[in-house]
């Protein structure tokens, strides 16, 4: 399967907690993307990389959220101190920089906190 | 006002039916138009992009842009039950702009009766 892949698929996780969440893009896309989608809503981006360089992060992404995409490879989100307002399906994307509007998408993260 | 608006259903119809999803939008920058199809708790799937305005078909699949507008639709001929999913629009700038996330709408619940 040469997909995004995503892992945990599931996560649950008392307040509080940190969590750690990998991403394994396509393997020639140099950019990666997160979103995070809460139910009966789209996905909202989050933060995206160029190869190691992250190039943008959304207002979203509070100080809690860290991502980081070493050697231009797999990337990691980690949220600090988790609230419950923080449950929600974590999807991962990746693209080439040409097709940036054709992003791929892995089956998703889902965090619930307790 | 949201930037994309996309009426949430649910739709139900039945089999072989003719399909119609549409999204509105405020972003005159918006210049990528993509359809994404996300069966319940899996990540979205890329259905078809159009860039600007026109038409463009693939198999029982039809999306439109009309900029003047600034509306888009998916059409769905024969529908099937395995169509039935949430469909998502979504939406980006050119290069040189914000070229690198896609704005979604809140999706359409859809379900094909047999």
């Known amino acids: 399967d040469t997909g995004v892949s995503q892992d945990p698929r599931h996560k649950i996780t008392k307040r509080g907690q940190n969590v750690t969440f990998r991403c394994d893009p396509i393997?020639?896309?140099?950019?990666l993307y997160w979103y995070r989608q809460t139910l009966g809503q789209g996905p909202e981006f989050l933060t995206y990389?160029?190869?190691?360089?992250?190039?943008?992060k959304s207002r979203l992404l509070s100080d809690r959220f860290s991502a980081e995409r070493p050697k231009g490879s797999f990337s990691t989100l980690e949220i600090q101190r988790t609230e419950q307002g923080d449950s929600a399906m974590y999807l991962c994307?990746?693209?080439?920089?040409?097709?940036?509007?054709?992003?791929?998408f892995g089956p998703g993260t889902r965090l619930t906190v307790l | 006002q949201k930037e994309v608006e996309q009426d949430p259903g649910p739709l139900s119809v039945p089999e072989g039916a003719i399909v119609s999803l549409n999204c509105t939008y405020s972003?005159?920058?918006?210049?990528?138009f993509m359809w994404y199809r996300q069966y319940s708790r899996k990540g979205p799937e890329l259905l078809m992009y159009?860039?600007?305005?026109g038409n463009k078909e693939d198999g029982r699949f039809t999306a439109q842009v009309d900029k003047s507008s600034k509306y888009i639709s998916l059409f769905i001929r024969d529908s099937q039950p395995s169509d039935s999913a949430t469909y998502l629009c979504?939406?980006?700038?050119?290069?040189?702009?914000?070229?690198?996330?896609?704005?979604f709408g809140k999706g359409t619940l859809l379900t094909v009766n047999p």
């Open positions: 994307a990746s693209s080439l920089t040409g097709g940036f509007f054709k992003q791929f």
């Open positions: 972003n005159s920058a918006f210049q990528y």
């Open positions: 393997s020639e896309h140099n950019r």
């Open positions: 990389f160029q190869n190691e360089a992250q190039l943008e």
């Open positions: 159009t860039y600007s305005s």
């Open positions: 979504a939406m980006s700038g050119d290069s040189g702009g914000s070229n690198y996330k896609l704005t």
